[in-house]
Nanobody
Framework: QVQLVESGGGLVQPGGSLRLSCAAS????????MGWYRQAPGKERELVGI???????NYADSLKGRFTISIDNAKNTVFIQMNRLKPADTAVYYC???????????????WGQGTQVTVSS
């Protein structure tokens, strides 16, 4: 029905940058909001940031200024630009789509499979 696929993860040195993408596919008319979450080993999944279809963003306080989320509504794709990366940013990053409008109705809360980001020298 709906699939979210992340890409762009990998290994980066401390201080480096990485850009992740998440494309939603299916019979999608529009998506209300999309977001990024992350889960480090031994920790709970936490919010990185979200963006509405109108471009309004909300970030975790600790990440403001280093991470930037953007959206391409025409392609149902959300991006996250991560700068000045630290080893503490190492985690699996997950994409989420909140409210998805399909041709026949709405579905909620879809997740991608996750992409690993490792920050290490």
């Amino acid at each position: 029905q709906v699939q979210l696929v992340e890409s762009g993860g990998g290994l980066v040195q401390p201080g480096g940058s990485l850009r992740l993408s998440c494309a939603a596919s299916g019979s999608i008319v529009s998506i209300n909001a999309m977001g990024w979450y992350r889960q480090a080993p031994g920790k709970e999944r936490e919010l990185v940031g979200i963006i509405t279809a109108g471009g309004v963003t909300n970030y975790a306080d600790s990440l403001k200024g280093r991470f930037t989320i953007s959206i391409d509504n025409a392609k149902n794709t959300v991006f996250i630009q991560m700068n000045r990366l630290k080893p503490a940013d190492t985690a699996v990053y997950y994409c989420n789509a909140d409210e998805i409008f399909l041709g026949w109705g709405r579905v909620y809360d879809y997740w991608g499979q996750g992409t690993q980001v490792t920050v290490s020298s």
